[in-house]
């Protein structure tokens, strides 16, 4: 038998003395050596990679807290963290608005305000609420039934969109045209307050006008385990009522544990009764929905013009509950003035009449006058325009 090479040793590692004189490397030694070098490699990459995504937690902290929605017609796939069973029903979104709101008060140096300040700050970009805003949305949040009756401009809008954003499942809201609801969803889609992190609140709308594929991802949301994404539905009278798969999906929502439905909304709630100028006989069965769900969901009415008949007439026939919240404010206008004046009965008269009754006005003031008809408006303009109160250029009034 041939003898072993001899082993001799050379700088830091062992070789063999091979055939014809050569080196050749301890193998033992190198496979030790290698997996070593793979480890020292592993923990570079580790460390390049942490580097690189330091700079992106920020916008990861923006999607896990606040889903957004691509446009109305289509839908949102992000998720939305679930709060822990120690949170009570409180939304991971909702601490977040505390934390947030604590933090950029504490700032400026203020005491600290509570979530509903918070998100009306971050989210809406309004510094402080308006009368009664706060009320109405506590106490909605409280799960009593609430009717609210503000002037138009005074902010209704916010008493069910807050407290949509911070409740748990779907807010409902019930509203009589289609061009208000899509306008109205784009508005929430695209909201902006003082934190771009918490841009855009989840909305959409379910009408038999939208296209297929929008209604689906609707329905596939509204089953969505363990709670939907979407915070604001909105659907007309008629669609709440004659639908019988939204009104399945809702029941769903209603009965789960907890209710996944956070609340019914009914806009523009004159509409309910008889004595409103917008009677509309679909959303006066809306007091019906209750017995549908087969459970009771609280209920938010809100108008910006109802007579006291029309007070009582909308809580009856929504089935408000006798012990609802009421908020309401005054409906004067202090810059407004009123007058009657009696008009002639003569057409050229009247217009006469009126073209004096404008000549009046102080320089560069505008006005609106409402006519019952295309023509009628029609013709009124041609007046006024004749004697230069209207449709003449800003040069040709200056110059008049």
């Known amino acids: 038998a041939r003898p072993s090479p001899p082993i001799r040793s050379e700088g830091n590692g062992t070789t ?3 055939p014809y004189g050569c080196s050749q490397p301890d193998w033992t030694e190198t496979a030790i050596q290698s997996p070593l070098r793979v480890i020292r ?8 990679t942490a580097l690189l995504l330091v700079p992106l937690f920020p916008l990861m902290e923006r999607f896990l807290c606040r889903p957004g929605i691509e446009a109305p017609s289509s839908f ?3 998720r939305v963290p679930q709060p822990s069973a ?3 029903g409180e939304s991971h979104c909702q601490r977040k608005y505390q934390q947030r709101g604590d933090q950029s008060h504490a700032a400026r140096g203020s005491t600290p305000t509570d979530t509903l300040a918070a998100a009306n700050e971050l989210i809406f970009g309004h510094p402080s609420f308006r009368e009664p805003q706060r009320e109405a949305i506590q106490a909605t949040l409280d799960g009593h039934d609430v009717f609210v009756l503000l002037p138009t401009g005074k902010g209704k809008s916010l008493c069910y969109q807050l407290p ?6 779907v807010s409902v809201v019930v509203s009589p045209l289609l061009a208000l609801i899509q306008d109205q969803v784009r508005a929430l889609v695209g909201m902006h307050g003082t934190d771009a992190a ?9 009408s038999s006008a939208a296209p297929g594929g929008h209604t689906e991802r609707v329905y596939e949301d509204l089953a969505r385990e363990p709670e939907p994404l979407t915070k604001v ?15 399945r999906a809702l029941q769903s929502l209603a009965h789960a544990s907890p209710s996944r439905l956070a609340r019914v909304v009914v806009d523009e709630a004159h509409c309910v009764s008889s004595w409103g100028h917008d009677f509309r006989p679909d959303y006066a069965k809306l007091g019906t929905l209750r017995a ?3 459970i009771r969901v609280p209920m938010m009415a809100l108008t910006a013009t109802a007579t006291p008949q029309c007070e009582v007439d909308i809580a009856k026939l929504l089935r408000l509950d006798p012990r609802k919240k009421m908020f309401k404010t005054s409906f004067n206008r202090p810059n407004l003035s009123y007058s009657v004046v009696r008009k002639s009965a003569d057409r050229e008269a009247a217009f006469a009449q009126l073209v004096a009754y404008v000549g009046h006005w102080p320089a560069r003031t505008a006005g609106i006058v409402y006519c019952m008809t295309r023509a009628d408006a029609e013709e009124t303009c041609d007046a006024l325009a004749n004697a230069g109160a209207s449709g003449a250029s800003e040069r040709e009034r200056e110059s008049a």
Request: aromatic share 6%; charged share 15%.
């Open 16 to 18: 063999h003395e091979g």
């Open 41 to 48: 490699r592993l923990l570079v990459y580790i460390i390049i």
């Open 76 to 78: 949102p796939a992000r």
């Open 86 to 88: 120690a949170s009570h």
């Open 164 to 169: 949509a954003v911070l409740s748990r499942g």
């Open 198 to 206: 918490l841009a855009g609140i989840p909305a959409t709308y379910l």
């Open 233 to 247: 539905l909105y659907v007309t009278p008629e669609q709440l009522l004659n639908n019988a798969r939204l009104q």
């Open 292 to 294: 549908k769900l087969g």
